[in-house]
């Protein structure tokens, strides 16, 4: 699928693409970083049919189609998902976000309370207060917050190496990453699921590595939200074995969201969307939590 774009009112293109039942209940889902619209698995996942859901998928600036926001906040993200629900003619939505995405789950759930039916964190970072840079988590990722927070010009590099690196070598890169991601989600080592991979990686870079730098940045740096300003439904939902994401900091945002409903999966690992059984399960919450 290609995808579509709405102009906001200041101007920018947001990109964002949709699966499921066009009259089904609205569920915003956001990408991880990096991320893009394109979520393959969503084009064969059962869960959308047998709940009933209407799934779109915006992509942050510049991510994608969306075009960049410089100087952008974790916050602004809420008036983007406002505007684009307005452009679709809904009223009130679910919100979920993957990896990256939690953080600007949260600033939905925050700052548009009237809109937001519920929220849905799956294996999501956390802010640094608990997001801990320890030997659980795995290397590159270690190396990515730690420069995130302290060295900035460091990340910008690594970042641009990538983006330069799906350009030129994108079979490198696709089997460099499914075999980091298989070890603890085995369903990566299908043949599809690495093709999808790739192709949203491709349109995460797709304008460079800006957008994934700055969405790096601002989840590895407070994140300007009150937590516990939060008044709808929180769900939470996180793999024992996340080594992107250590289960640590899932438990320690659980503790700093009101009301948190939390969920953590023995053995399961970052890439929960994809596992079809877990995802049922996450997605039936969802739809239990009213429409």
């Not at 349109?203 to 516990?228: F, I, M």
Request: charged fraction near 25%.
């Amino acid at each position: 699928m290609e995808g579509d774009t709405i102009t906001l009112k200041d101007g920018r293109s947001l990109g964002f693409g949709e699966y499921g039942e066009p009259d089904g209940t609205p569920l915003m889902l956001f990408h991880g970083t990096p991320g893009s619209r394109l979520l393959p698995s969503l084009e064969k996942a059962a869960w959308i049919e047998a709940f009933g859901l209407r799934v779109i998928t915006p992509e942050r600036p510049g991510f994608g189609l969306s075009d960049p926001l410089p100087g952008r906040t974790i916050g602004d993200w809420a008036k983007d998902v406002e505007e684009l629900a307005d452009g679709l003619n809904l009223d009130r939505y679910h919100v979920a976000g993957g990896s990256g995405g939690g953080p600007y789950t949260l600033a939905c759930a925050i700052l548009s309370p009237e809109r937001v039916l519920s929220a849905t964190l799956i294996s999501s970072g956390g802010p640094p207060e608990v997001m801990r840079i320890t030997r659980d988590m795995q290397f590159g990722n270690r190396v990515l917050f730690f420069g995130a927070r302290y060295a900035p010009f460091l990340i910008r590099f690594v970042f641009a190496n990538m983006a330069r690196a799906i350009e030129k070598h994108p079979d490198k890169v696709r089997a460099k990453m499914v075999a980091a991601l298989s070890r603890t989600n085995p369903h990566m080592r299908e043949g599809d699921r690495s093709d999808g991979l790739l192709m949203t990686l491709r349109e995460a870079y797709r304008q460079g590595s800006d957008g994934v730098y700055s969405d790096v940045r601002l989840v590895a740096r407070d994140w300007d939200l009150d937590l516990s300003e939060i008044r709808v439904p929180v769900f939470l939902w996180h793999g024992m074995a996340d080594h992107l994401v250590p289960v640590a900091t899932a438990q320690g945002l659980a503790k700093l969201l009101p009301g948190c409903e939390a969920h953590f999966i023995p053995d399961a690992g970052h890439l929960l969307l994809g596992n079809e059984d877990v995802a049922s399960r996450m997605m039936g919450r969802v739809a239990s939590a009213g429409r």
